[in-house]
């Protein structure tokens, strides 16, 4: 049995690691999107990353801030501990003072729904291909804490949210992660997490593939899978997405955008040297409508509750992308 909660950093000779974590008020419109990072290039000392993003629909753009240190450690209970911050079974602080950039730290507990593996099958986690490993290690959580950003100081009551973990040797030639939570009229086991990607193999391109799983009142419906590809549907721009996704039982389409000034943009570099133009709205809408056997069709919608994220390669997307090298 692998350990999905495991660094992997320490075994790498060149890659990267991510554990990062995302609430919500349960109103929606205001969010925090944190990462602990790791990266790790051929014959180098890995370096570690706090990134942070306060997202708030009444704010013109969101706030954020990273800070990169060397000599990210692991153990004695933590999962991951970079420049300070710790993040590891149930608890996540950290802090990010930098000159010209807004002073942030956070102390968050949380506890959540049982590990979600995105790749259909364990010995997945243990080969070289597919190069990124995307775990869920929460798909969903209630978080309580504080986080204070440029002397605001928020209050996080029972906020969902979720705990995510990822590493690999290369990131995705494109990828889309969509994370859904909150839904109106239904519990808090009712959520929606999927990763798509287009990968390299050999020389060309692959079409969409995807995995993750939906579920409703806490049945859990796993969704794509290498064998369903054909019938994956992915039509993306920087700030919006519409899909249909096949999964055991069911099948669930739907549509999820935020204004622009709604998204983050990051810079992700692989260890090869690569980049990425990331962009991450954690305060999206999301319609999703689900087609079981032998029930009814059900439609939910959050408002100002979902995560879309966008990998890309493209630099001509208008995208605002923040100021912070990678790696």
Do not use: C
């Not at 391109?205 to 859990?220: D, F, K, N, V």
Request: charged share 20%.
């Amino acid at each position: 049995m692998i350990d999905l909660h495991a660094a992997r950093f320490g075994r790498f000779a060149a890659g990267y690691e991510s554990f990062y974590l995302r609430a919500g008020h349960p109103d929606g419109g205001l969010g925090v999107w944190i990462r602990y990072t790791v990266h790790r290039r051929a014959g180098a000392a890995p370096t570690g990353s706090l990134w942070f993003t306060l997202f708030d629909a009444g704010a013109p753009a969101p706030v954020a801030a990273k800070l990169t240190m060397p000599d990210p450690e692991t153990g004695a209970g933590d999962w991951l501990r970079v420049a300070g911050g710790r993040i590891g079974p149930g608890a996540a602080t950290g802090q990010i003072a930098v000159p010209d950039g807004p002073q942030v730290d956070w102390e968050l507990r949380f506890d959540g729904a049982a590990p979600l593996a995105h790749l259909p099958r364990g010995w997945l986690y243990r080969t070289p291909v597919p190069r990124t490993k995307p775990v869920s290690l929460h798909p969903v959580a209630r978080f309580d804490g504080t986080v204070t950003v440029a002397g605001r100081r928020i209050e996080l009551a029972g906020w969902p949210g979720m705990v995510g973990h990822n590493w690999g040797s290369q990131h995705a030639e494109r990828w889309i992660w969509l994370h859904g939570m909150g839904f109106a009229g239904a519990g808090a086991d009712t959520w929606l997490d999927v990763v798509f990607a287009r990968v390299i193999l050999g020389k060309g391109l692959t079409p969409w593939l995807a995995g993750g799983a939906l579920s409703l009142a806490g049945q859990r419906f796993r969704l794509g899978g290498v064998t369903r590809h054909r019938a994956v549907a992915v039509t993306e721009t920087p700030d919006s997405l519409r899909f249909a996704l096949p999964g055991r039982g069911v099948t669930v389409s739907g549509t999820v955008t935020a204004p622009r000034e709604r998204f983050v943009g990051w810079v992700y570099t692989d260890p090869s040297g690569s980049e990425h133009h990331v962009v991450n709205s954690s305060i999206a809408d999301l319609e999703v409508s689900v087609a079981r056997r032998g029930a009814a069709p059900e439609t939910l919608r959050a408002t100002g509750l979902a995560a879309y994220e966008l990998g890309m390669r493209e630099r001509d997307h208008g995208m605002v992308i923040q100021q912070f090298s990678d790696g």
